[in-house]
């Protein structure tokens, strides 16, 4: 059964930092692509940033919103990710999504996903 | 960025109806489409990959149809379970996209 167990969410001042992981089971994680998702409290998804696979060179990439703030890496033999997050804003809060990315072609869906970590960023 | 505009907002059916879910995108996105439902207080589910492909456990209730811009998911009768909300996303262009949501409410 794939599992996707999200971690490390909470309250950060603005300016912060702060890492999110996300272990997973049911699946080798560095086979596959994997990607956050986040949702602001009463609002729609957002798509955060991804990471390839270890076999096509563990590349990444972001919203353009936290390019440059946030990084996402993967410890294949702990089978879990993470989300780092630096200089957050309030504009940053909400529950943050752990998704496993699929398809072929150009870009890729979400077939799981984990039940989330609420990041709050207030003062 | 390609902008997608999900319609209605709101929709209030009764158990046993019909749903039809409509998602427009402001280019296209060829078949690339995806479908989402959700539940307050949980995680997405993935319904429908690539326009039509029903994901895994998906009940058969549940179809999608549609290529380039305007895309729809239907729901052919509603159970209880099914009233929730529904996101489209698409993953023709970069970065992927997600739309504004359907709330299907219970009449």
């Known amino acids: 059964e794939v599992q996707l167990v999200e971690s490390g969410g909470g309250l950060v001042e603005p300016g912060g930092s702060l890492r999110v992981s996300c272990a997973v089971s049911?699946?080798?994680?560095?086979?596959?692509?994997m990607s956050w998702v986040r949702q602001a409290p009463g609002k729609g998804l957002e798509w955060v940033g991804r990471i390839s696979s270890e076999t096509e060179g563990g590349t990444s990439d972001y919203a353009t919103p936290v390019r440059g703030r946030f990084t996402i890496s993967r410890d294949d033999s702990k089978n879990t990710l993470y989300l780092q997050m630096n200089s957050l804003k309030t504009e940053d809060t909400a529950v943050y999504y752990c998704?496993?990315?699929?398809?072929?072609?150009?870009?890729?869906?979400?077939?799981?996903w984990g039940q989330g970590t609420l990041v709050s960023v207030s003062s | 960025e390609i902008v997608l505009t999900q319609s209605p907002a709101t929709l209030s059916l009764s158990p046993g109806e019909g749903a039809t879910l409509s998602c427009r995108a402001s280019q296209s996105v060829s078949t690339y489409l995806s479908w989402y439902q959700q539940k307050p207080g949980q995680a997405p589910r993935l319904l429908i990959y690539?326009?039509?492909n029903r994901a895994t456990g998906i009940p058969a209730r549940f179809s999608g149809s549609g290529s380039g811009t305007d895309f729809t998911l239907t729901i052919s009768s509603l159970e209880p379970e099914d009233f929730a909300a529904y996101y489209c996303?698409?993953?023709?262009?970069?970065?992927?996209?997600f739309g504004q949501g359907t709330r299907l409410e219970i009449k």
């Open positions: 996303q698409q993953r023709g262009n970069w970065p992927v996209t």
């Open positions: 690539d326009a039509y």
């Open positions: 998704t496993r990315a699929r398809g072929a072609g150009p870009l890729y869906y979400f077939d799981s």
């Open positions: 049911g699946f080798t994680l560095s086979n596959v692509w």
